[in-house]
């Protein structure tokens, strides 16, 4: 049986780091090669929640949330997580949460590692399909008033 604590002990070990800590509000940073950030939020004491910031990603406009929720919907590349909108920021993000009471360490690892493999995915070629699809969508409404 795992808890939010223990995880993150159990990552650093994975990834060899010397130490891996929640800040005061709950949240650690691990970065990974290439500059990659994931963060891990513990919203309580078995319940981690991971997300990655798609910097590259437009505000999400109208378009580019339908085409995020296509993406949710259709199961995309977004595995066990989900596309979303950090609330606080406003920023895209890929998220996943975590029931890290059910996981023993090989199970969390292995969900750590699919998870920046998604991450790495909506980073690059997932977000500019997103983009791509948006655009299309923007076309497409703008092509719907003209006519």
């Not at 650690?28 to 891990?40: D, Q």
């Not at 699919?114 to 909506?122: D, I, P, S, V």
């Not at 299309?136 to 003209?146: D, P, Q, T, Y």
Request: with cysteine.
């Amino acid at each position: 049986m795992n808890d939010a604590e223990h995880s993150l002990t159990v990552l650093a070990g994975k990834l060899g780091l010397p130490s891996l800590a929640y800040n005061a509000n709950g949240a650690a940073e691990i970065i990974l090669g290439g500059g990659m950030s994931v963060y891990l939020s513990k919203v309580d004491s078995t319940i981690v929640e991971a997300s990655v910031r798609l910097e590259d990603l437009d505000f999400a406009d109208a378009e580019m949330m339908q085409a995020m929720l296509e993406a949710n919907f259709l199961g995309a590349g977004t595995g066990a997580g989900r596309l979303a909108v950090d609330s606080d920021t406003g920023e895209t993000i890929y998220c996943s949460r975590w029931h890290v009471a059910e996981m023993d360490a090989d199970a969390l690892e292995a969900r750590f590692a699919e998870f920046a493999e998604l991450g790495l995915f909506w980073a690059t070629e997932g977000g500019e399909q997103l983009r791509q699809h948006a655009g299309a969508l923007r076309e497409e409404r703008e092509r719907l008033r003209k006519d």
